[in-house]
C-alpha cells in the first residue's frame, strides 16, 4: 500500500511569505480576467466572450462543512466553486450526523470518500485538526477558534488593490499595468477583541513588510498556541501591544476591528461591552492618536456600532465592501490552487524550521 501526502491549509503561518504573495497574484489575476465576464450587462452592453474563470472543479464537489453561520464565507465558497466548474454541498451542524451520532473521525472518513475536498468553518481549533488528520482529501480552514486565513488574505488582496491611496502620484503612475499593484510597508493598527482574525494577521503582515499595533484589555491576549507561532516566525518583533486604542493608532496607515463578541459568546456580553469601552473606532479616537491623515478603515463583518461608528464604517476612509467582495477572489484562487491542483510550489523555509506548502498528513491508499 502506498502513501499519498494530502495538503490542508490550517493558517497562514503554515505558508511563506512567498506562497502567500503568490496566492494574491493569483487571486488578482483571476479577479481581473474573470470580472467584466461575470458582471451584469443590460441589454445592449456587447456581450464579453472572454474571460470565462478555469475549469479545474470540473466533476469536483466541495463539502461545505459548517457548524457556525456565515454569510460572506458560504456565498463566496458556493459562487468560486461554481465558478471553477465544480460544486459545493453546504453542510450544516443540523444536516448530517457529525457530533450527533458520528465521530469527527468517521465523518472526515465519508464526506472525503465521496468529494474532492472539505471547507470546514468550526468552533474550537481541535475540531479542524481531526478533521486534517484523518481526511482523505484537502481541508481548508474556513473559520477556527485560533485562525481565520481566507480572510485575511481578502484584507490583503484589498490593501494592494488600493495601494495608490498610500502612495505619492509618481509611484502610482510607474506601477505595471494588469499587475497586482505593489504596497509599501503600512504601519496597522487593531483595536478591539483579539481573535482568529487577529491571530492570522499576527503571522502574516509582518513577514511582509508591515507593523502592528495593537490595542485590547490586558486581559485580552492571542492565546499561548497563537503566540507561539508569532515567536517561531519571528513575527513579535514587528508588533506592538498596548491597552490604550490612542497609542494604538497612532501613526496608522489603516485601522481595524472585528466583532467584540463572537458566536458562543453571548453570555459574557454584558462584560465584554465593559470590558472594551473607549474602543470604538471614531474619527476623534485616530485624530487624537495621530494616525495618518489619511487611514482607511477595514472590518472582516457582520459589524455593530458600538465596534465602529457610522462615520467611519460608512464613510469615505471605509474598505469593508470590497474587502467583502474579495473573499470569493481569494477562495476562488485557494479552491483552484488545492483542490483543483493539489499543491503549491516546492517546499520553503518558513520560520525557523522547515514546512512543507501546507500542513501535510499521510493517507494509504
Not at 248 to 272: P, Y
Request: glycine fraction near 6%.
Amino acid at each position: 500500500m502506498s502513501a499519498t501526502k494530502v495538503p490542508h491549509l490550517m493558517t497562514l503561518a503554515d505558508l511563506s511569505a512567498k506562497q502567500i504573495r503568490n496566492l494574491l497574484n493569483h487571486s488578482h489575476q483571476i479577479k481581473a480576467k474573470t470580472l467584466p465576464f461575470l458582471k451584469p450587462r443590460g441589454t445592449t452592453d456587447p456581450p464579453v466572450l472572454e474571460g470565462r474563470p478555469t475549469r479545474y472543479l470540473v466533476g469536483k464537489t466541495v463539502a461545505l462543512l459548517f457548524s457556525k453561520r456565515s454569510t460572506r464565507t458560504r456565498l463566496a465558497a458556493e459562487t468560486a466553486a461554481h465558478s471553477l466548474g465544480g460544486q459545493a454541498i453546504f453542510l450544516g451542524r443540523d444536516d448530517i450526523q457529525l457530533g450527533v451520532n458520528e465521530s469527527v473521525r468517521d465523518s472526515a472518513r465519508v464526506i472525503g470518500g465521496m468529494t474532492q475536498g472539505i471547507f470546514a468553518r468550526v468552533g474550537d481549533h481541535s475540531e479542524i485538526e481531526e478533521l486534517a488528520k484523518y481526511s482523505p482529501v484537502p481541508v481548508i480552514n474556513a473559520l477556527s477558534s485560533y485562525w481565520h486565513p481566507t480572510q485575511v488574505l481578502a484584507d490583503l488582496l484589498t490593501l494592494h488593490e488600493h495601494a495608490h491611496e498610500f502612495e505619492s502620484a509618481e509611484k502610482v503612475a510607474s506601477a505595471k499595468k494588469n499587475s497586482l499593484p505593489e504596497l509599501r510597508p503600512l504601519t496597522i493598527a487593531y483595536v478591539g477583541d483579539p481573535a482568529n482574525v487577529l491571530h492570522d494577521m499576527l503571522v502574516t503582515y509582518p513577514r511582509l513588510g508591515h507593523q502592528m499595533r495593537i490595542a485590547s484589555p490586558p486581559q485580552y491576549r492571542a492565546p499561548d498556541a497563537v503566540w507561539d507561532r508569532v515567536k517561531e516566525l519571528e513575527c513579535d518583533k514587528s508588533i506592538m501591544w498596548s491597552d490604550d486604542p490612542r497609542e494604538a493608532v497612532h501613526g496608522a496607515d489603516v485601522v481595524i476591528t472585528d466583532t467584540w463578541i463572537s458566536m458562543g459568546q453571548e453570555a459574557q456580553k454584558e462584560q465584554r461591552l465593559k470590558d472594551f469601552q473607549g474602543y470604538q473606532v471614531t474619527e476623534a479616537l485616530c485624530r487624537e492618536g495621530g494616525a495618518n491623515p489619511n487611514w482607511k478603515f477595514m472590518h472582516c463583518l457582520p459589524r455593530k456600532e458600538h465596534e465602529v461608528d457610522d462615520e467611519v464604517f460608512y464613510g469615505p476612509r471605509s474598505l469593508v465592501f470590497p474587502e467583502a467582495d474579495n473573499r470569493m477572489w481569494t477562495i476562488m484562487s485557494l479552491f483552484e490552487t488545492i483542490y483543483g491542483r493539489g499543491t503549491l510550489d516546492a517546499s520553503e523555509k518558513v520560520g525557523s524550521r522547515q514546512r512543507q506548502p501546507f500542513r501535510e498528513t499521510t493517507q494509504p491508499q
